[in-house]
């Protein structure tokens, strides 16, 4: 099915252990985002891209790097893992030529 | 800081109409409301969006005041399928800009059989 997929779909590490999530699109949309939602809240976004081989911080980039590996791919890296960083992560994409995003379902993520 | 209020929670009977309202006093003159709900801990799913008219899809509709400061998200005929967290968002033109969608926590909808 066409859409967003994300790996793994479920993770636990270690404090300060690293990790990558994966985000692959395949409806050749321009922008992805990463998002984090910690539970009973909203999500919060954690770095975009606007387009392939460009990267920006959101609100809370603190602790997380990304790449822009080609138009398909983003990925989400922690560095050295932290229990605050136990959360759920999405990632989601757009098109610019309509205005809904479309999510991932989601990498459920936590640190010991 | 998310830029609208909702309620934290509403009940709907099934089969009636959900009306979920949305205030965002400070939405400037380029900006859109968009809403969107989440199903249990699926990832967001886009309903729909508008600038300053009443909007309609095969999802829902979207009442949009004339001064723009409230709107409120109408599902016709709720479905046990529609309980879920719904998201109001007000943004910029998606299309032309990166403006970053901002979640707040949103209303929690239980529809009751």
């Known amino acids: 099915n066409a859409g967003v997929t994300q790996t793994p779909k479920f993770q636990v590490l270690k404090t300060g252990q690293s990790m990558t999530l994966q985000c692959a699109q395949d409806?050749?949309?321009?922008?992805m985002y990463w998002y984090r939602q910690d539970p009973g809240m909203g999500l919060r976004l954690i770095y975009y891209?606007?387009?392939?081989?460009?990267?920006d911080k959101g609100e809370v980039p603190n602790g997380y790097n990304v790449s822009r590996l080609n138009k398909r791919e983003f990925s989400l890296r922690l560095e050295s893992a932290a229990p605050s960083q136990t959360s759920v992560y999405f990632c989601?994409?757009?098109?610019?030529?309509?205005?809904?995003?479309?999510f991932g379902s989601g990498t459920r993520l936590t640190v010991v | 800081d998310a830029k609208t209020t909702q309620p934290p929670s509403m009940d709907c009977a099934e089969g009636r109409a959900a009306n979920l309202p949305c205030n965002h006093s400070?939405?400037?003159?380029?900006?859109?409301v968009y809403w969107y709900r989440q199903i249990h801990s699926q990832g967001p799913q886009y309903i729909i969006h508008?600038?300053?008219n009443n909007e309609t899809n095969e999802m829902a509709s979207l009442i949009i005041t004339e001064d723009r400061k409230s709107s409120t998200l109408i599902l016709p005929h709720a479905t046990l399928r529609d309980t879920a967290v719904y998201y109001c968002?007000?943004?910029?033109?998606?299309?032309?800009?990166?403006?970053?969608?901002?979640f707040g926590p949103g209303t929690s909808l239980s529809v009751i059989p």
């Open positions: 989601a994409t757009n098109p610019w030529e309509s205005y809904g995003y479309t």
């Open positions: 409806m050749n949309h321009n922008s």
């Open positions: 891209s606007a387009s392939e081989g460009t990267t």
């Open positions: 400070t939405i400037s003159g380029n900006e859109y």
């Open positions: 508008g600038l300053k």
């Open positions: 968002i007000v943004s910029g033109d998606l299309k032309t800009s990166y403006d970053k969608v901002i």
